[in-house]
């Protein structure tokens, strides 16, 4: 971390071997993130096949077009993401500084369209607890449906401004010329986990929003 | 370093493939394929997770040791899902009794609505 071109910790052999510790470990971390979010997955799996009714009731009350757009405000991010990594790869510090800002500003564009659907869901009354009330015969069950709608997206959320924060170190640290075509790995190791997010939100916007439809 | 550099170009294409996907998943939604509808909701989700791990997470430049790190999470998720389901799917629910003071399993006027009571609704009669 001291200088630039100290590329290679001292306990690896050769870079290409400390770049394969440094993917194995961001991966071995995904793995737990990818049951950690199998778990909610999992519950609201089991849930929504004892209830699909109430769940496709519930389901319409998510806005599809603010899903929507911030499914491809996320998708972008993820472009602008694998960007800033190639301009990692080839030395170039000003580009690397513009993808990691331009990441971080549609991150941020992300977590206000939610801000404003949260608002929406508080209006609504369809946020779980005292106030929640939903007309109907399934008001218990959708309110179980909210209640995994707010555990995921908020779990998504805390993931999406836990890689906001490493984003802007990562941004000040390009900017003093801490990486170099030979030292990229932290700004590859927070693409995968920025995609990894991403992936996450492939799931939960047709799963939550998107059922019943038709 | 170890990942040879993905050009931009593909980047681009994996990007408008995405996009594609995502409006061909709205889409589908709005036609009737009854239980067809989560499964091509699914199908597409899982594509779109390929594409990413793939070039975007540089999967598929990495080393087989990457591809069984990548797999493996997916695996036991497979297996979470799979023994969970099987067992909630399968089991005889009984209704919940009202309480301990309960002396039969007619409840009373007034706690009718509790979930418990609800767990049969999304069964074949």
């Known amino acids: 971390m001291s200088e630039s071109h100290a590329a290679l910790a001292h306990q690896f052999d050769d870079p290409q071997q400390q770049a394969e510790a440094v993917t194995l470990g961001?991966?071995?971390?995904?793995?737990?993130?990818?049951?950690?979010?199998?778990?909610?997955?999992?519950?609201?799996?089991?849930?929504?096949?004892?209830?699909?009714?109430?769940f496709a009731e519930a389901s319409h009350h998510l806005d599809i077009l603010l899903g929507g757009i911030n499914t491809m405000v996320l998708i972008s991010s993820s472009l602008t993401m694998a960007l800033a990594v190639h301009a990692a790869q080839s030395g170039k510090r000003q580009a690397l500084v513009a993808f990691l800002l331009a990441t971080i500003f549609l991150g941020v564009v992300f977590l206000g369209i939610k801000v404003i659907e949260y608002g929406h869901k508080f209006e609504d009354h369809l946020v779980p607890g005292r106030a929640f009330t939903f007309p109907g015969p399934h008001a218990q069950q959708?309110?179980?449906?909210?209640?995994?709608?707010?555990?995921?997206?908020?779990?998504?959320?805390?993931?999406?401004?836990?890689g906001i924060a490493i984003l802007s170190v990562l941004v000040v640290r390009a900017w003093r010329n801490r990486f170099s075509a030979?030292?990229?790995?932290?700004?590859?190791?927070?693409?995968?986990?920025?995609?990894?997010?991403?992936?996450?939100?492939?799931?939960?916007?047709?799963?939550?929003?998107?059922?019943?439809?038709? | 370093m170890s990942h040879p550099m993905v050009s931009p170009k593909l980047y681009f294409l994996v990007f408008a493939t995405l996009m594609i996907l995502t409006g061909v998943t709205v889409g589908a939604a709005y036609l009737d394929l009854g239980p067809l509808n989560t499964v091509v909701a699914l199908t597409i989700a899982g594509c779109k997770?390929?594409?990413v791990i793939l070039y975007f997470?540089?999967?598929?430049?990495?080393?087989?040791?990457?591809?069984?790190?990548?797999?493996?999470?997916?695996?036991?998720?497979?297996?979470?899902?799979?023994?969970?389901?099987?067992?909630?799917r399968t089991r005889s629910w009984q209704p919940a009794p009202r309480g301990w003071t309960a002396t039969?399993?007619?409840?009373?006027?007034g706690q009718e609505g509790t979930p418990n009571r609800e767990v049969s609704e999304g069964r074949s009669p």
């Open chain 1, 26 to 54: 961001i991966w071995a971390f995904l793995i737990t993130e990818v049951l950690f979010f199998g778990g909610l997955f999992t519950g609201y799996a089991g849930y929504r096949a004892n209830y699909p009714q109430a």
């Open chain 1, 142 to 162: 959708v309110q179980l449906f909210f209640s995994f709608y707010f555990a995921m997206t908020g779990m998504h959320a805390l993931h999406m401004i836990i």
């Open chain 1, 182 to 214: 030979a030292y990229y790995a932290p700004v590859e190791v927070t693409g995968v986990y920025w995609h990894f997010v991403d992936i996450v939100w492939i799931f939960l916007f047709p799963l939550l929003y998107l059922i019943g439809r038709h």
């Open chain 2, 49 to 51: 997770t390929l594409l």
């Open chain 2, 57 to 88: 997470m540089h999967v598929r430049y990495s080393s087989r040791l990457t591809w069984v790190f990548a797999g493996v999470g997916f695996l036991w998720l497979a297996i979470l899902i799979a023994f969970t389901m099987s067992d909630m």
């Open chain 2, 104 to 109: 039969s399993f007619s409840s009373p006027p």
